[in-house]
């Protein structure tokens, strides 16, 4: 399944200073029975958005009309847990394109990459760096390039290099899941099957 390609993304942001965010924190296990990618969105953060009776804690940021935009911004060690990819699909559907950390667990890193979420991790200094100035005004945008590799808060304030496999750099930049590389290189794939001996 292809999604939006992802280059250059200027945007508010979320703020969710909260270390060790798991994955069962993020969608609670009681919401995986779907198969498909839709729908997620709304169970995500679940038991931290909503009350039993299901009605919203005021106190949970995206309860908070402050706080919107396409940037979730997390604690340390973000979507430890288990595996599970729905976590991923969650953030994506509720419409995040880029959730920032000072650290991500791996499993979670990978299924960011392979649905077009772009986890873009920073030193901790610069990610409380960034916790204050959103704090201090919440239109604080912040720019991810993906192609430079480089988020940059405010007008300049402050910036920092980011790392990503170049495989998932070029797939993300073209918006292509792994189903989607395959089939652009379709042509070659025949061509060297064709000239390769059994």
């Known amino acids: 399944m292809a999604y939006d390609s992802f280059n250059i993304l200027t945007s508010t942001a979320v703020p969710l ?24 969105g709304d169970n995500l953060f679940r038991d931290w958005r909503y009350n ?13 009309t402050i706080y919107s935009g396409k940037i ?23 419409g995040f394109r ?12 990978n299924n960011c990459l392979n649905i077009g979420v772009l986890p ?9 760096q960034i916790f204050k100035s959103i704090n201090h005004d919440p239109e604080t945008t912040l720019t991810v390039d993906l192609h430079n590799q ?6 300049a304030e402050a910036s920092e290099s980011f790392e990503i496999n170049k495989y998932k750099k070029a797939n993300m930049l073209n918006g292509y ?11 070659d794939i025949q061509d060297f099957a064709r000239n390769t001996p059994l």
Do not use: M
């Open 120 to 128: 873009v991790q920073v030193s901790a200094e610069f990610l409380a």
């Open 150 to 155: 480089k988020i940059t808060l405010g007008a």
């Open 177 to 187: 899941d792994d189903i989607d590389y395959l089939n652009n290189i379709k042509a």
């Open 17 to 40: 200073p909260i270390e060790n965010v798991d994955t069962d924190q993020i969608i609670p296990a009681r919401f995986l029975k779907a198969t498909e990618r839709k729908g997620f």
């Open 52 to 64: 039993q009776d299901d009605s919203p804690k005021s106190e949970f940021v995206l309860n908070n």
């Open 72 to 94: 979730l911004i997390g604690g340390h060690n973000f979507g430890s847990g288990s595996s599970r990819e729905h976590a991923a699909w969650a953030i994506y559907d509720y």
């Open 98 to 109: 880029c959730v920032v950390s000072s650290f991500f667990a791996d499993i979670f890193r």
